[in-house]
Every structure is written in C-alpha cells, then in structure tokens.
C-alpha cells in the first residue's frame, strides 16, 4: 500500500497520539494514514476527509460531528470477509494497520448519490411519509418492502461464519464505576481506598474521559499527571479491575449490569490489552469479552453530551459539535477547518474558540445568543483577538459538501420571532453548543427518575430505583472543580451504605472561574416559515427536522413515544443521543407544553450496539449447547448410527447396514423386533426413586391410576395431568417394595417432572413424608424385544426364572444378569414380548455387548429411535410432545381405563369442565390413506371437503405417519375432532403441490389390539 | 431400588467412566490453570431430616464424620460429605467402600424415613487447580467465586455453563473439584478446556 506523505490537517505538535507509529488504513479503497492512539474519525479528518456518508432518507451529503458515542453520521463498514462489522461509528474505532473502512451509504459512491434526488422532493417525504404512502394497494406491501428494506441498515452482515472468539467473564464487586473521567476516577480512587472491591470500566481506550481533550490542569499539573497517578494507585489495588474499551451497555434488575470488553478491536491482527495496563499478548483471540457483574453499589458516571443547535442546513459536512472539535485538536493533534465560525448559548463552547486559536485556525467570531456573552472566557476569546457576537445566532449556512459560509442574525429571544439575516461569515467550519444533556442512560435503564433542571436546561438523575448514585457531569456538575468533588461525594456515599468506613480525602484543586448561565435556544427562527424553509435537522441519522416534529403534533401526535415512532426520532445506531432533547424541546413548544411534561422516551439497553458474537460467547459450535450421551454412545457411534437431536441428548436414529438409508434400515429393523429381537438404548428416559412412610399416597395425587392397588413387584403405566387435566407426561410406575417406588419419565419430561413433583411435596403437601432422588443418570436401560428375546435372556444366564408365569407382563425384578446386576422390567414399547434391563451406567456398554453377543443366533437387531416410534405407532402407543400438545386429555387419547373413579387426582377435577366433555374434541384415531402408498407428512391439516372455498374448516391434524413393513402400508395417527366416533368415514388431508387425499378414521391401532404378543 | 441387596461387581467389566474422554478435548496444563480427569469415585445420596437428631447421629457413626448442617458446606474425613439441600447429602467415597457403606447406612437408619441410593454411576469429577482456575471457572459460573465469599471447605450446586454441576473449594490440596451428571462430562470437559485455553492466551 502506498501511503500518502502528508495528513494535511495534522498538527505539527500535541495530542495524545504516538507520532512514531504510522499505521496505513484505507477509506473507500483510498489509501490514508494516521498515528497509533487515533480513531478512525480523527485520521479521517487528519486526511482531509469530510464527506463520510449520506442521511438516511434525503441522502444529504454527512460529515463527522462528533468525537464519541453520539456520532449519527460517520457510520462505517470496518474489515472485510468474516470478519467484517457493519453499523460501526468511525469515531468509536480504534486505528490499526490495515484497517479497511468504507461508507454505507450512497450509490454509485457516498461523493455522488442518485438518491439525493430525494432531498430535492424532501417536501413530500415528511414525518411518515412511508406510513401514508405504502398503505396502498395492501397486497403491494411485500414489493414495498424489498425495496425499503434495501436502502435501510448501515452496511451488510457477513455472510461467512465469524472467525472471532467471543467470551463470557462473571463478576461480582462492591462498587462497579461506570466511566473513567474525572468525577470516576475520583469516586474509584475514593472507593478503592476505602477498602471496597472496585471494578472500573470505560469506554475509551484510556482513562481520563473528557480531561483527554482539556487543556485544563488539576492539583497545578496537566491533568494527564493526574490521571497517570490515580490509575497506577487503581492498579495497585488487588481488589479494583480497571476495564478499558469497556462500555457499561446494560443495567438491568437486581443490580446487574451487563459490560462489553473490546479486547482486540482490530480484527485480531494486532491484539489489545484485556485490563488496561497489562502486557499485550502476541496472541489473543478473545475479540470482545462480555463481563457480567453484580454490583453491590453503582456509580455512574458517563459524562454528559453537547448537544447541537437547530438552524437552517444545520447539518452540512464541516458543522461539528464545539466539544468534538476541542477532542480533535487536544487529544489527536487534528485540526478540522481553516476558519471557524463558534456558535453557542453557553460559556463551555468558548474554549473550543481559545483551542482553534491557539491551534493556528482564524475563529471569525463567536456567536452568542446570549445578549450578556460569556463571563472569564469570554475575556480571554477577547485577549486572542476573537470577536464575539452578542445576542446573535447562525440562522443559515450555505455549502453542500462543506460548509461555506453563515448567516448570522440578531437574535430577540423568541423562537416565533422571523430573524432576518444581516450578516454573512466565510468559513469551513462551525463548532455548535446547544449545552449538555447528561448521559442519563444506565440510571433509567436502572428505573430512575428524571428531572428537568430549569437553571442547567437539561434532565437530571432524580430518585434511583436501584443501589445506584450519579456524579459528574452526568449528574449536572458543569465545571471540573465540581466534578471532582462530586466523584468524592458519590464514592463516600456508596463505600457508607456498604457500611465501610470512607477514608479521609479531599478532591485535588483545580482553577475554577465564574461562568455565565446557558441560555434557552431549542431552535432558531427561520427567515421564513419554519415548516417551509430549509431543512432544520434534530435527529441527523434518521433526517427528523423541525418541520417533522411539528407537521407529527399538527396530526394528532400528542405522546413523545408517539412522535418518536412517528418522526423516527431516536431511533438508529446513536439512539437519539445528539437530538432527542432537542427534538423533545420543540414538540413542547408546539404542543405549548413545558419540557418535564413532554418527558423522554424510554432507554433501553443497549447504551451503543453490540455484537450478536459477544452475547453469544463460549456458545457456539460443539458449546452451542451441551450435548449429553449415554453410556453406550462411543458403540452406537463405532456401529455408524447417525444420530437424533433430542433436547440435548443424542440418540442413535438408526443402525444402517451395508449403506441403507433410513427407510431400509428401518424397514429392517422393524421386522427384525416383529419376527426375532432388537436392541435399544432407552437410557434417556428420566428415573426417579421416590421412597417414604407417605409414598402411595403421594403417588395417588399425582398419577391417574390405582397405586395403592399396586402389589409389590408390579409394573403400571403411569400418565400424569397438569392442573388443567391435559396429558403432562408418562411412563413407568413400579413398586419396588413396600413404600419405594421407581418412576420412569419421558426423556424430555426428566427434569420437569421431578421439578414437578418436588414442587407439590415442598409447597403443598410438606405433610407428606416422600423423598425423590433423581437416578436418570445412574441407571442405563436397554430395551430388549421380540419374541426371541426370552432366549436371549436365557443364553445370558439369570438368578431368577423368566418364564411368563414367574415373571409376567408387567412386572419388575431385580436381577443377576451375565454376573452383572439389574432390575428387569416385563415391559414393551413394541407390543412384542419385551424386557426393559436397568443397569447401573458403569456396566451398560458391558452389558450392551453381552446382549449383542448372546443374541447372535438370533440375528439381534440394534435399533434406533426410529424403529421404536414406528413399533409404538402400530400399536397406538402415544408419545407425549408428539401425539399431545398441552390442550390433549387423557379422555381425548381414549384413557379413561387409566383414570380412577375412587380417589382424587391432580388435573381430575379440570375433566369435567364443560370444554373437556365436549364431545367434538380432537380425538385420537388412525388414518389409512386411500392409495395405501402416501405417507402423510405429519403436521398435515384434515378437511372435510376437497373442494371448499378458502379459508377451509379444519378437522383434525395428522401427528405421527409411517410407513409400517409389517403392515406392508403406511399408518397414521391424527388427532380429529369428534374421531371417535367417526370411524370408517374419510376425511382429506389437505398436501402441498397435490389434490387432497382421501383418508379412512379407523381405531387407533393397527398390530395385535388384542395384545397377545407382549403377554406370551 | 435397583441393586438393591446386590453388590456391584468389581468386574473387568467396569471401564472408568471418563475413559473416553481422556485426549478428546486439548488438556491444558501449566502453571496457571490445570484440568484433571479424576478417577472414579463412589457417590452416594442420602436425603434425611435434619431435625432428626438420632438420624444424624447415626450416619456420623456409620460415615465417621459429621454430616455438614450449615448450607454450602462439606465435611472431609476419610469420605467427602457435601450439604446439597436442607435434607440432601452428597457422600464422595472409594468405589470399592460404596456398596458396604450404602448398606451399613441403610441398616443405621431403618427406624427413620431417609433415602440412600448408590449414584456412583450417574457422576464423573473434574478437578481443576492453579492461580488461574478461579478466573476460568467465573466464564461460566455466576456465585461469587472470591475466597472470601466462597473458600474452602465451601461448596454449591450451580451452574457452570450450561451443565448443573456441583463446585467444591478445598485447600488441601488447593482447588476446585466439579462433580456433574455424567452425560454431561463430555460437554463440560470441552468447554473447561476452551475456557482454560483462551485464559491462557488472553493473559
């Protein structure tokens, strides 16, 4: 890359820039240059650039206003390929080498758009204007959108995975700081002496906040000493975590407050410090870290914004907010204009005046609405040789891609009043300062209150809902003397509730001097009718003017939020950070309201963007989620079974064999259960051992069924109900001995359910002498069924006689199976003569083997989840998640045999219910195609008539659909309303892309209803 | 319950639990921060009354320590015993003294409603040492990990990650010991591996 020799606004000397380390960038593909300690937008500028995109609606050529998080326009692309991040303000960018950043906005280029014919017809394109116009036609709507949805956003998404690393870090602290500046690094300083654990976090790359950009100096040194000082003191302490390119962007409830740490902000090409100070690593791939930390007490103070001055063309590239312009000179050694012209209400903007000067640049005059000026400051602007235009206001501007001169006019000091412009000023740059608005954001994300300040002309902190204080300048403090004594205050304060004692200190001295009072000026006047001159911007990014909010209040809007959805105020990157005050302002004065009552919008987290990949963290890939296995898994795996997601379990969905696919592995599989035995891992299933003196009585409230009826040794399908009486969850009710039971769940059911059950036992029945342990995990249970599976059993070798009338169908039985020992369930899923073995995890891949082994002769089939949902569904068995839904009874399933008439359970009493009784409920019943070949997609809708206009009644939906080998057709089964009742008569499933297909309702069952085969 | 009044076999047939996941995830292991594999121990859970004097007398006789009453404790004798709940008990064992000492409790506390079950199976352990292992564990764990809030002889059943875990601070030797449900131990052991691996690059 070539690289320029000059940066033609580069200052000779000054800033906080290492001038011995150029870092090459470019801009549009244009090849620039700036110095380690810039960002983006001061090297912009350093290069002379002051074009860096075009507005959101009107697409008006935009320039850098800010210097921070408020900045609207200078929105960027940053790095290319994967790594790329759109949305980012070029003056929250860090320089590094190689950066690679272009514009968002503009086609063909941001220099020339042909969008910008649409500020020549910026008229028509008032406050919802898309609202009004893209109503109609209706069913237009969707070509609308591609084409809104195209010219809106700052840049594009990658679309390649991110390379990036992204972590989580957890925190606790008794005083988080929120904000390096003076008045944080006071209330740290004050915190952290007093003993109390400290995390301090700041956005910028150093701490310091606006003293970076001051020339003032504190205890008779320049301020950089003291913030030198008090952050080697900070790091001193082994109990304070200095947090650098740390922005607080959260305060939620239960004070914790939510931080994002930028710890290599270059892509990772270079790699950043993680706490401020620390050695740099030569690797660091951890691109941002979010911390989370639960403060005891917080402080916030985030500085406060200046916000801009309303008048005619107000956002023209080389307008620039005072404050910028004295953080480019101070603090990036930049100088943005040749000859400035400073416009203000307020004393702080002078010194911006003294900073241009004093910098080299012509200040052809401050304008000063105030007819008094400036007390101290004004003075020394005068001693420079500035004039200062009292009582005066810019009511105009002129240039299109750079400012070029002003109106200036007498002001009278009244909005309504028409200001004819007397003089005209040269210039290439006007500083503007409307006051400060403090950034009150974290303290209302927190639940605080706000209140208007008629003296300082902004919203203040008011009362916290939360362990929090505010100090500084965003607690109304307005010079350093103040802040400094105000950061003490806050951090006393805050190391007092925590019931330290604070040590004795004071704030450093500073030279403090009297200054003026700010001045109201929401807007100026325009020469002409205000809803018809020239466009007087409030939100930059979303081109909200005066004009807008006024014609939003003429229309009915009353409500800030109303207008703020109306007029897109607030809204983009920035928030409203530079406009909303304004823009509340003057809805105020149409409404003829005072400020306070007008209010502010709500603010909400996040304070500025942040990415998807930090609150993702650690979870991505293989950590997405965890992923459980069984202790069989490593054989399911080695046998080749692609495997089910179900929740987080994995689970071998079919064993093919010799390269089948699924429907010929199962199809196999199927009849290898039917005709000889299959083999299942069913470890999944939840176990809960429940055991106690008031055991069966517990158990009746909850399940359905006769427990107490129960002998020991005996089995019983269980279903349990919610209090709605819907189908909750089922499984395998077994009583060990006398008062023990062992329960089996649903897989997915496993920890709800014991949830569940604790929940009663603890809060509603703490009576009940019961304890669960939870022996999911402990136990494997591998399902063994076919009508050769006895034999296998046999071959094994068993303590205990497995004929069918010494251990029945539905039964349970501890056991010594091949030496190892079990609990043998008589149980089928299948329909099959069946066995399920419980054995401890530690000897299940033992035992598995041994099975497999034994079962040789018999050709022993390993099965997956696939075959035994096709086996359960030939026999009608339901599946809990599958079949049901929440709003499914056990009546509507054809359960009533399951529900006892003589005893209460939970959900009973919700079965009588005029609803549950309705006899045209959905039903459960099987479906046969009529073609005998179409398996139904499940989740496919039934309808009465093939042929009915739309919208067509439904009846019913299909929710389990196979194709059966054994059967030689497919089976379904279908949830239907009135199904019962309705068997032999067709219905349509309505398919995608074909006629509806005819179907039969037939009972619910397709394999041995008697149930012979599971009994034998 | 299942085993009940059967001795689990000390069989060629049982594998370590976390045989298979030794070398599937890159250890980390320097002076900062160490994962282990530990070796399997035997579990057991006891639920009982802690109003129940004679009963808590009786399985301190039977364990040969006390059974830890103050929340978020654990008591170490020749077993670790960890407070779980108000009436729930973790025993951290030999495997070869499990099924003797799950016996010896169950006839020690007839006469009361308790409820021993063997869960040795059901868990695999984690250790994890080093100045650094405090920090690793706070990526995923939110309880105040400060020696002063949380030291040894202290111990939770938390979250670490996305895995339910139980967290043990000891000092003797010093570190962390995280027992998780087993099927977790594959999950958890990736992700204390990735944690350790970008702390030891980022610091």
């Given amino acids: 890359m070539t690289i320029p020799a000059v940066q033609p606004n580069r200052l000779p000397r000054g800033g906080r820039i290492d001038r011995t380390r150029r870092l090459a960038f470019t801009f549009d593909g244009k090849p620039c240059e700036g110095f380690a300690g810039d960002t983006l937008a001061s090297a912009l500028i350093a290069n002379g650039v002051s074009l860096v995109g075009r507005s959101f609606k009107l697409r008006r050529p935009r320039g850098i206003v800010g210097s921070g998080a408020e900045e609207p326009n200078a929105i960027m692309q940053i790095g290319e390929g994967a790594a790329a991040q759109p949305n980012v303000p070029a003056t929250q960018v860090e320089l590094y080498e190689g950066l690679v950043a272009r514009t968002t906005r503009g086609w063909p280029g941001v220099s020339f758009d042909v969008g910008a014919i649409n500020d020549v017809f910026g008229r028509v394109l008032g406050a919802g204007f898309y609202y009004k116009t893209f109503m109609y036609p209706r069913s237009w709507w969707r070509y609308y959108e591609h084409a809104i949805r195209r010219s809106a956003g700052f840049g594009h998404a990658p679309g390649e995975p991110d390379q990036d690393r992204y972590e989580h870090m957890n925190a606790h602290c008794d005083v988080l700081v929120a904000g390096g500046g003076p008045a944080g690094l006071m209330a740290a300083l004050t915190a952290a002496r007093s003993g109390a654990r400290v995390i301090l976090a700041d956005e910028q790359t150093e701490f310091g906040g606006s003293l970076l950009a001051s020339t003032e100096s504190i205890a008779g040194a320049p301020a950089a000493e003291w913030i030198a000082a008090v952050g080697s003191e900070l790091r001193e302490h082994p109990d304070c975590t200095l947090l650098s390119r740390s922005t607080v962007f959260g305060y939620h409830d239960h004070n914790f407050l939510t931080i994002v740490e930028r710890c290599a902000d270059d892509g990772g090409s270079s790699g950043g410090g993680t706490v401020e100070g620390s050695p740099q690593s030569a690797v660091n791939p951890v691109r ?374 699924l429907h010929a592995a199962v199809a196999r599989e199927c009849l290898a259960v039917r005709n000889s035995v299959g083999l299942m891992d069913a470890s999944t299933l939840g176990k809960i051992d429940a055991c106690g003196p008031d055991v069966i009585e517990f158990l009746e409230r909850i399940y359905t069924h006769d427990v107490a009826g129960m002998k020991v040794g005996r089995c019983a399908y269980g279903i349990m109900l919610g209090e709605d009486g819907m189908l909750m969850d089922d499984g395998v009710v077994a009583r060990l001995a006398e008062h023990r039971f062992y329960l089996t769940t649903t897989t997915g059911g496993a920890a709800n359910v014991l949830g569940w059950l604790e929940k009663w036992l603890q809060t509603e029945w703490p009576d009940l002498q019961v304890y669960l342990t939870s022996l999911t995990e402990q136990y494997s249970t591998l399902a063994l069924a076919g009508p050769e599976s006895r034999k296998v059993l046999d071959r094994l070798g068993c303590n205990i006689p497995l004929d069918n009338d010494s251990l029945p169908f539905m039964t349970v039985r501890q056991a010594v199976l091949a030496g190892m020992p079990v609990t043998l369930f008589r149980v089928s899923f299948s329909g099959e003569l069946a066995f399920e073995i419980n054995i401890a995890s530690d000897l299940a891949l033992a035992m598995w083997k041994t099975l497999m082994e034994a079962g040789r002769e018999f050709d022993i089939t390993p099965y997956g989840t696939e075959t035994m949902h096709v086996l359960r569904a030939e026999k009608g068995f339901v599946i809990v998640g599958q079949d049901t839904d929440g709003s499914v009874t056990p009546v509507d399933l054809g359960m009533n045999w399951l529900l006892s008439k003589n005893k209460d359970f939970l959900g009973r009493r919700s079965l009588g219910r005029p609803d549950c009784v309705r006899e045209d409920r959905k039903q459960l019943v099987g479906l046969l195609s009529s073609d005998a070949a179409t398996v139904l997609p499940e989740g496919t809708q039934l309808i009465e008539e093939p042929g009915s206009p739309p919208p067509v009644p439904m009846c019913g939906h299909v929710t389990s659909s196979y194709r059966s080998a054994h059967l030689g057709h497919p089976i379904a089964l279908a949830l239907v309303a009135g199904g019962r009742a309705r068997r032999g008569e067709t219905v349509y499933a309505a398919l995608p892309k074909r006629d509806p297909l005819p179907v039969r309702i037939v009972a619910p069952v397709f394999y041995d209803a008697g149930g012979q085969r599971q009994h034998a | 319950m299942p085993g009940d009044n059967v001795n689990m076999p000390e069989t060629s047939e049982r594998r370590p639990r976390l045989e298979t996941l030794v070398g599937t995830a890159e250890s980390v292991d320097d002076a900062r921060v160490e994962i282990q594999v530990l070796p399997d121990r035997g579990f057991l859970n006891l639920r009982l009354d802690p109003r129940h004097d004679d009963g808590i007398a009786a399985a301190a006789r039977v364990l040969g320590q006390a059974l830890p009453l103050a929340a978020n404790t654990f008591t170490t004798g020749v077993h670790r015993v960890y407070w779980c709940g108000p009436d729930e008990w973790l025993i951290d064992a030999d495997v070869e003294r499990t099924a003797s000492l799950r016996s010896e409790l169950a006839g020690a506390l007839t006469d009361c409603h308790a409820a021993i079950n063997d869960v040795s199976s059901g868990h695999a352990a984690f250790g994890i040492v080093g100045n650094d292992a405090r920090i690793v564990l706070a990526k995923g764990c939110t309880l105040d990990l400060d020696p002063r809030a949380f030291g040894a002889g202290q111990c939770a059943r938390t979250n670490l990650a996305r895995a339910t875990v139980l967290l043990a601070i000891a000092d003797d030797p010093p570190g962390c010991k995280i027992i998780v449900a087993r099927s977790f131990a594959d999950y958890l052991h990736r992700w204390l591996a990735l944690a350790a691996r970008q702390r030891d690059a980022s610091s």
């Avoid at chain 1, 401050?366 to 005068?382: C, K, M, P, Y």
């Avoid at chain 1, 006024?550 to 928030?575: I, P, S, W």
Wanted: net charge neutral; proline share 5%; aromatic share 8%.
């Fill in chain 1, 288 to 661: 941002e870290r979010l911390w989370r930390v639960r403060a005891r007490q917080v402080i916030l103070t985030q500085g406060s914004f200046e916000r801009p001055l309303v008048f005619c063309n107000n956002d023209r590239p080389g307008v620039m907010l005072a404050s910028a312009v004295s953080a480019w000179i101070n603090r990036y050694g930049v100088l943005p204009g040749r000859r400035a012209v400073v416009f203000t209400n307020n004393d702080s903007a002078y010194r911006t005046a003294i900073d241009l000067a004093d910098a080299g640049a012509e200040v052809a005059a401050i304008v000063d609405s105030r007819g008094g000026g400036a007390a101290e400051l004004g003075r020394r602007a005068r001693e420079r040789g500035i004039a200062v235009l009292e009582g005066h206001v810019v009511s105009d501007l002129t240039g299109r891609r750079r400012v070029r001169g002003v109106s200036v006019a007498k002001w009278y000091g009244e909005s309504r009043a028409t200001v004819s412009p007397a003089i005209r000023i040269d210039c290439d740059l006007v500083c503007m300062s409307g006051g400060y608005s403090p950034a009150v954001h974290l303290h209302s994300q927190a639940g605080g209150r706000l209140a208007w300040d008629d003296e300082r002309l902004c919203f203040l902190p008011a009362e916290s809902r939360q362990a929090n204080l505010s100090a500084g300048a965003g607690n109304g403090s307005q010079s350093l003397e103040e802040c400094l004594a105000d950061g003490l205050r806050a951090g006393k304060e805050a190391v007092s509730r925590l019931g330290l004692k604070a040590v004795a200190m004071s704030a450093p001295a500073t030279s403090p001097f009297a200054e003026n009072p700010i001045e109201a000026l929401w807007r100026v006047p325009a020469a002409r009718d205000p809803d018809r001159c020239a466009k007087q911007f409030i939100d930059f990014q979303n081109d909200t003017t005066v004009a807008d909010i006024r014609l939003a209040a003429r229309e009915g809007y009353r409500n800030v939020e109303h207008v703020k959805r109306y007029t897109a105020l607030g809204f983009g990157t920035d928030q409203g950070k530079l406009g909303n005050i304004n823009g509340m302002a003057v809805l105020a004065e149409t409404l003829g309201k005072a400020i306070p009552e007008v209010g502010t919008t709500t603010f909400r987290p996040a304070y500025t963007p942040v990415s998807f990949g930090v609150g993702a963290g650690e979870s991505v890939g293989e950590l997405y989620d965890p992923v459980r296995k069984t202790a069989v898994h490593e054989w399911h795996e080695a046998a080749g079974a692609p495997m089910e997601v179900v929740g987080q379990w994995r689970r071998p969905w079919y064993f093919p064999r010799n390269g089948e696919d």
